[in-house]
């Protein structure tokens, strides 16, 4: 699965490029602290993959704490098709820590 770095992220969004962020984080994750991406919890990647989809074939970043919810989340999608993503490695971790 591919993945980005939290500087190449900031870069490529102050940069201006067209990149979807889904967090797969928890509602109560999203609210502490997020990087304005759409809140869709890992539990409820499945069943929007049809939403996720309808969202072309930008690059889409999924992150959450460390990255371990959103390389799932990677896998799920990857299944239905979806291969246009990309995990934040280390997640908000790593993003926090830049």
């Not at 967090?23 to 939403?51: K, Q």
Request: glycine letters at 10%; charged letters at 30%; a negative charge.
């Amino acid at each position: 699965m591919k993945e980005i770095t939290a500087a190449e992220l900031k870069r490529r969004l102050d940069k201006g490029d067209e990149i979807v962020l889904i967090d797969v984080r928890e509602p109560y994750e999203h609210e502490e602290f997020n990087i304005g991406g759409e809140l869709i919890p890992l539990a409820d990647i499945v069943s929007n993959v049809g939403r996720i989809k309808e969202m072309g074939n930008k690059d889409i970043v999924f992150y959450c704490r460390s990255g371990n919810r959103s390389s799932m989340a990677q896998k799920m999608l990857a299944v239905h098709g979806i291969t246009n993503t990309l995990n934040l490695r280390g997640g908000m971790n790593s993003w926090r820590d830049m």
